[in-house]
């Protein structure tokens, strides 16, 4: 498994931007496939987007599609949240992941995550 942190979640008003980074903090995250997991006060975690580890595919939440742009940046061995338009149902910790197999595919199952970020807060609001 590869370790991972997440930065720049913050406080935003409604309609605002922010853009949410993830980076291995002790091997390359290139070889898997990544996503992105948010958790509401008082909710369960729940699939935000995810990527493959190529960067050819995507899939998103119905509830941020459109407004949330997934991406990874190999050669920085990074991957990105961009989110916009935000709501305040949007407000949650987000949690970057990787699955637990290289070079496995695309996959919004929680269950297929193996490695987990401690969680950046995002607050919007309104």
């Known amino acids: 498994q590869v370790q991972l942190v997440e930065s720049g979640g913050g406080l935003v008003q409604a309609g605002g931007s922010l853009r949410l980074s993830c980076a291995s903090s002790a091997r390359p995250i290139t070889d898997f496939s990544t996503g992105w997991f948010r958790q509401a006060p008082g909710k369960e975690r729940e699939f935000v987007a995810a990527?493959?580890?190529?960067?050819?595919?995507?899939d998103y939440a119905d509830s941020v599609k459109g407004r949330f742009t997934i991406s990874r940046d190999n050669a920085k061995n990074t991957m990105e949240l961009q989110m916009n338009s935000l709501k305040p149902e949007d407000t949650a910790v987000y949690y970057c992941?990787?699955?637990?197999?290289?070079?496995?595919?695309?996959?919004?199952?929680?269950?297929?995550?193996?490695?987990w970020g401690q969680g950046t807060q995002v607050t919007v609001s309104s």
């Open positions: 992941a990787a699955v637990r197999r290289r070079f496995a595919g695309l996959s919004n199952l929680e269950q297929d995550f193996g490695s």
């Open positions: 990527i493959t580890w190529t960067g050819d595919n995507t």
